[in-house]
């Protein structure tokens, strides 16, 4: 049924260690569009093998839904917005039920290393009528989708915008560290996952007269694209109702109950209340090693900094881990939006020395690190500049399509997940003197490396030569980690 070959590629991350090029042998039954095409390959993991024959047999029944697209299209927002207006407005579900589990991404255990769940069979078993996600090309969904004819949307977007999404994608949760000029190039080439970009578009706009097909731009969705929804499903709500489908995770706010009554709670996504207590009574070792910071604080520079110095400055393992495998973000999987991987767990499993990075503030943080007390590396930033980070980082990576003015607003408020800012600093403040805990600057980091270097090296107990800390200082250069 298919054919494939084995591509050479500089793209490849602990998530995925090679990469094939995969072709459906018999077309014949992909319908016919406007005009006639080859069906695109696909570049995808070997690991999809063994799942490429279930795929094409899926079952699919006449009310399912299916939202495609290339990777970083308008995905999450057009399944939020598909899965409510299917449902009725049920914004109750929906802030109760992750996306995640609403809207199961089909092909994602068999393309991605790790993944602990079958999500082909999360989708069989899913009550219907059925949401499913996928980045495969059209020639790789399952065929019956052409004689049963269940809602397909399709969502395309501007290659440039894509590529410069994806780009921060493959780095902040493929993991990949290469350099900018070398993921575009790849993209260009047709090397990065789900490639090729542009043919993957083309295969759904040449069929999108079919009656069963809404092909959607993402552009045009920031101005009327949930109108276009609603009419393909025949459905109609008045206009305060549609403005109202929201493209984000519900957020609420958490505070221990034993705080203090002027200690702000802290803005989480609502999933976060079903790990709490998990993190709360979480065993800490006196061996662990913690970073935390509010996000945009210098985190990756400090973890990287920090696991060096405390695996004896192993270049060659650092070289070949990922610093993501290394050092495990402990609540992403509690915070993240569409994250499968149980993170916490990820952090009971890791051999010790643990290093664990997180950004939770200190009350929601283990109990045990102020018993046990392993040792606690805090970096702090001018909040000036942490806020125009953030905003760059909300925007690129959480999808948040509002204005400047909006966000500022929202952060000086404490709107903004981790907030409270400035209490999450005031609060490891007030704990500097405790000898488990190192309060740095990143000011201080940017300013003089050299001096920070040697102050972690005395904290974690290690000495180096003069020459090892000068060549340490080079390898966390500003320069260098931006390059990297």
Same mark, same amino acid.
């Given at each position: 049924?298919?054919?494939?070959?084995?591509?050479?590629?500089?793209?490849?991350?602990?998530?995925?260690?090679?990469?094939?090029?995969?072709?459906?042998?018999?077309?014949?039954?992909?319908?016919?569009?406007?005009?006639?095409?080859?069906?695109?390959?696909?570049?995808?993991?070997?690991?999809?093998?063994?799942?490429?024959?279930?795929?094409?047999?899926?079952?699919?029944?006449?009310?399912?839904?299916?939202?495609?697209?290339?990777?970083?299209?308008?995905?999450?927002?057009?399944?939020?917005?598909?899965?409510?207006?299917?449902?009725?407005?049920?914004?109750?579900?929906?802030?109760?039920?992750?996306?995640?589990?609403?809207?199961?991404?089909?092909?994602?255990?068999?393309?991605?290393?790790?993944?602990?769940?079958?999500?082909?069979?999360?989708?069989?078993?899913?009550?219907?009528?059925?949401?499913?996600?996928?980045?495969?090309?059209?020639?790789?969904?399952?065929?019956?989708?052409?004689?049963?004819?269940?809602?397909?949307?399709?969502?395309?977007?501007?290659?440039?915008?894509?590529?410069?999404?994806?780009?921060?994608?493959?780095?902040?949760?493929?993991?990949?560290?290469?350099?900018?000029?070398?993921?575009?190039?790849?993209?260009?080439?047709?090397?990065?996952?789900?490639?090729?970009?542009?043919?993957?578009?083309?295969?759904?706009?040449?069929?999108?007269?079919?009656?069963?097909?809404?092909?959607?731009?993402?552009?045009?969705?920031?101005?009327?694209?949930?109108?276009?929804?609603?009419?393909?499903?025949?459905?109609?709500?008045? %206009?305060?109702?549609?403005?109202?489908?929201?493209?984000?995770?519900?957020?609420?706010?958490?505070?221990?109950? %034993?705080?203090?009554?002027?200690?702000?709670?802290?803005?989480?996504?609502?999933?976060?209340?079903?790990?709490?207590?998990?993190?709360?009574?979480?065993?800490?070792?006196?061996?662990?090693?913690?970073?935390?910071?509010?996000?945009?604080?210098?985190?990756?520079?400090?973890?990287?900094?920090?696991?060096?110095?405390?695996?004896?400055?192993?270049?060659?393992?650092?070289?070949?881990?990922?610093?993501?495998?290394?050092?495990?973000?402990?609540?992403?999987?509690?915070?993240?939006?569409?994250?499968?991987?149980?993170?916490?767990?990820?952090?009971?499993?890791?051999?010790?020395?643990?290093?664990?990075?997180?950004?939770?503030?200190?009350?929601?943080?283990?109990?045990?690190?102020?018993?046990?007390?392993?040792?606690?590396?805090?970096?702090?930033?001018?909040?000036?500049?942490?806020?125009?980070?953030?905003?760059?980082?909300?925007?690129?990576?959480?999808?948040?399509?509002?204005?400047?003015?909006?966000?500022?607003?929202?952060?000086?408020?404490?709107?903004?997940?981790?907030?409270?800012?400035?209490?999450?600093?005031?609060?490891?403040?007030?704990?500097? %003197?405790?000898?488990?805990?190192?309060?740095?600057?990143?000011?201080?980091?940017?300013?003089?490396?050299?001096?920070?270097?040697?102050?972690?090296?005395?904290?974690?107990?290690? %000495?180096?030569?003069?020459?090892?800390?000068?060549?340490?200082?080079?390898?966390?250069?500003?320069?260098?980690?931006?390059?990297?």
């Amino acid at each position: 049924m298919f054919s494939y070959r084995v591509i050479d590629s500089q793209l490849t991350t602990d998530l995925h260690h090679q990469q094939i090029e995969i072709r459906l042998n018999d077309t014949s039954a992909i319908p016919d569009g406007e005009q006639t095409r080859t069906p695109a390959h696909c570049v995808i993991t070997p690991t999809y093998l063994d799942a490429a024959e279930r795929i094409r047999n899926l079952t699919v029944y006449e009310d399912d839904v299916w939202i495609v697209t290339f990777p970083k299209a308008g995905t999450t927002w057009t399944q939020e917005m598909v899965w409510l207006i299917d449902h009725d407005l049920d914004y109750g579900t929906a802030s109760k039920v992750n996306l995640l589990e609403r809207s199961v991404f089909l092909e994602l255990s068999w393309v991605i290393l790790g993944c602990p769940v079958d999500t082909i069979q999360q989708v069989e078993d899913l009550p219907r009528p059925r949401h499913i996600k996928t980045h495969l090309p059209l020639a790789f969904l399952p065929s019956q989708l052409w004689t049963v004819k269940p809602r397909i949307v399709y969502c395309a977007r501007n290659p440039k915008d894509v590529a410069v999404s994806y780009m921060h994608h493959y780095h902040h949760l493929h993991g990949f560290t290469g350099p900018k000029e070398a993921f575009l190039d790849g993209l260009l080439a047709d090397k990065v996952l789900w490639c090729p970009q542009v043919k993957h578009a083309l295969d759904f706009w040449n069929i999108r007269q079919l009656d069963h097909v809404l092909f959607l731009h993402f552009e045009e969705m920031k101005k009327v694209g949930i109108a276009l929804v609603l009419n393909s499903i025949n459905t109609k709500f008045d %206009e305060a109702d549609s403005l109202g489908c929201p493209g984000a995770p519900t957020f609420v706010e958490v505070k221990l109950k %034993e705080s203090p009554e002027e200690t702000k709670p802290c803005v989480l996504p609502a999933k976060f209340v079903d790990y709490a207590d998990r993190i709360r009574n979480f065993q800490v070792y006196e061996d662990d090693v913690w970073i935390v910071t509010f996000p945009k604080c210098g985190t990756t520079w400090t973890q990287e900094m920090v696991w060096l110095i405390d695996h004896d400055l192993d270049y060659d393992t650092a070289k070949q881990v990922n610093l993501n495998a290394r050092s495990v973000f402990f609540e992403l999987g509690a915070v993240g939006h569409n994250i499968p991987v149980d993170t916490v767990a990820t952090v009971e499993n890791l051999p010790r020395p643990r290093h664990i990075k997180s950004h939770l503030p200190l009350p929601l943080l283990p109990q045990q690190l102020w018993t046990v007390k392993p040792r606690i590396v805090y970096v702090s930033r001018n909040p000036k500049d942490v806020a125009v980070s953030y905003l760059h980082h909300y925007q690129m990576i959480m999808g948040f399509r509002g204005t400047k003015d909006t966000f500022l607003r929202q952060l000086a408020a404490d709107k903004v997940m981790y907030c409270p800012q400035v209490q999450h600093v005031l609060e490891f403040w007030r704990v500097r %003197e405790d000898r488990n805990v190192l309060f740095l600057s990143y000011e201080r980091m940017k300013r003089d490396l050299r001096s920070v270097v040697a102050q972690v090296c005395q904290f974690f107990g290690k %000495e180096f030569s003069d020459e090892e800390l000068d060549t340490l200082a080079e390898h966390l250069s500003f320069d260098q980690m931006k390059s990297e």
